[in-house]
C-alpha cells in the first residue's frame, strides 16, 4: 500500500484510537522498507497519548515532526485555523467550539421543564429521564473529545504524504540522520509535542525539528520559528521557493495553543492564505469540506525539507 492511499482512502480519519492503531501499523510496513524501525513513545493521562518515532537515534540530527491525528469535527457553518498563531486560532473558533453544545444543553433543559411534566406514568418519566441522561452523557463526551471529522486531507494528511514521500527519497547515509516522529493529540495543550519533548529530554538530546502542518493548500508558504530554531529558518526561507513565503516569530503568546510551544528549537511549516489582518489563514478543516490538496505545495514543501538535508 503507497502512503497516498493509506492517508487519503484507507484511514482519511485518525481519531478514535482502532483508527490511530491501523494506520500506524500500515506505516511500520511503508519505514520497514526504507531500513526503518518504529518506536512507540507513549504517556497516558485520561487518555493515551502515543506518539510513533522512526529513526536511528544515536546519529538523526533533525527530526520532521508531523501530527497524524485527525481533529475534532465542528459543527458550524465556517471554521478558521491560524497554524502560526494559536490563541487567534483558538479566539477564532470559540463560537464554532461551543455554541453547538450549548444549544444542546438548553434544549436539554426545555425537554425537561416543559415536555417531562406532561407525562404522569411513573414507568415513561423513568424512561425519559434515562434518556436525559444519556444525552447529557454525549454532551459531556462532545465537549471533551468530540467527534471525529471524516475528511482531514489537508489537516494533516497530505503533511503525511509529503514526510513519507520525502523519506523514500533519501540516500542510506541521510536516513541516518534524519529522523521521523508522528504525533498524537495535537489538539489545545498538544500532548504529544510534549510527550516527544520530555522523551527528548530524558535522553538528554536536543535535536532540530521542522514540524509540518497543514500544507495542502494555499497561496502562501508559512516558515514559523522559535528562539533556537531561527537560523534553520532562515536557510529554508533562503533563495526560491516557487510560492510566497512568510516568515513568523512564533516566541511569546502566538505558540501558545500550538505543538511549538514545546518546541524550542523548532520550525514550522505550513501553507495558507493571508487574511485581513495580515494571519496567515487555513480554511475548511475540521468539517465535511477538507479534501484539497495541491501538489505543487507537496513539491515545494519536499524541497525545502531537501534544503535542510544537505546541510547535515
Keep these: 500500500m503507497d502512503i497516498r492511499t493509506l492517508a487519503l482512502e484507507q484511514c482519511p480519519s485518525r481519531f478514535g ?13 511503508l519505514f520497514a522498507e ?20 522512526y529513526a536511528f537515534e544515536k546519529t538523526a540530527k533533525l527530526y520532521i515532526v508531523v501530527p497524524y491525528d485527525t481533529p475534532e469535527r465542528l459543527f458550524w457553518h465556517k471554521t478558521k485555523y491560524y497554524p502560526l498563531d494559536g ?54 463526551g462532545l465537549l471533551i473529545k468530540g467527534v471525529g471529522n471524516r475528511r482531514n ?5 497530505a503533511a503525511i504524504i509529503a514526510a513519507v514521500e520525502f523519506m523514500q527519497s533519501l540516500n542510506k547515509d ?32 536536543n535535536p532540530d525539528i521542522i514540524e509540518l502542518n497543514c500544507i495542502g493548500t494555499g ?16 536557510l529554508l526561507n533562503a533563495g526560491k521557493s516557487g510560492m510566497k513565503t512568510r516568515m513568523s516569530d512564533m516566541n511569546g503568546d502566538k505558540c501558545l495553543q500550538t505543538s511549538m510551544y514545546h518546541y524550542e528549537k523548532g520550525v514550522m511549516i505550513c501553507c495558507g492564505t493571508p487574511d485581513e489582518k495580515g494571519g496567515l489563514l487555513v480554511s475548511d478543516t475540521q468539517c465535511g469540506k477538507d479534501r484539497v490538496m495541491e501538489e505543487h505545495n507537496l513539491d515545494t514543501v519536499k524541497q525545502l525539507l531537501a534544503k535542510a538535508a544537505e546541510r547535515l
Excluded at 497516558?44 to 506518539?51: H, I
Excluded at 406532561?118 to 459531556?140: K, M, R, W, Y
Design 153 to 157: 486531507t489537508n489537516r494533516n494528511s
Design 17 to 29: 484510537r482502532r483508527n490511530k492503531n491501523r494506520f500506524l501499523h500500515a506505516l511500520d510496513d
Design 34 to 53: 526504507q531500513g526503518y524501525e518504529g518506536k512507540n513513545i507513549d504517556k497516558r493521562r485520561l487518555f493515551l497519548t502515543r506518539d510513533r518515532m
Design 219 to 234: 497561496d502562501t508558504l508559512g516558515i514559523g520559528y522559535r528562539m533556537h530554531g531561527k537560523r534553520l529558518a532562515a
Design 174 to 205: 541521510q536516513k541516518r540522520r534524519i529522523g521521523f516522529v508522528f504525533t498524537d493529540r495535537n489538539r489545545r495543550r498538544c500532548d504529544g509535542a510534549a510527550v516527544l519533548m520530555n522523551y527528548f529530554q530524558e535522553q538528554k538530546k
Design 87 to 140: 490563541n487567534r486560532s483558538l479566539n477564532s473558533n470559540m463560537l464554532a467550539t461551543y455554541v453547538p453544545a450549548v444549544i444542546f444543553y438548553v434544549l436539554i433543559l426545555l425537554f425537561i421543564t416543559f415536555v417531562v411534566p406532561l407525562f404522569e406514568d411513573p414507568l415513561i418519566q423513568g424512561f425519559i429521564n434515562l434518556i436525559v441522561f444519556i444525552c447529557t452523557l454525549l454532551l459531556i
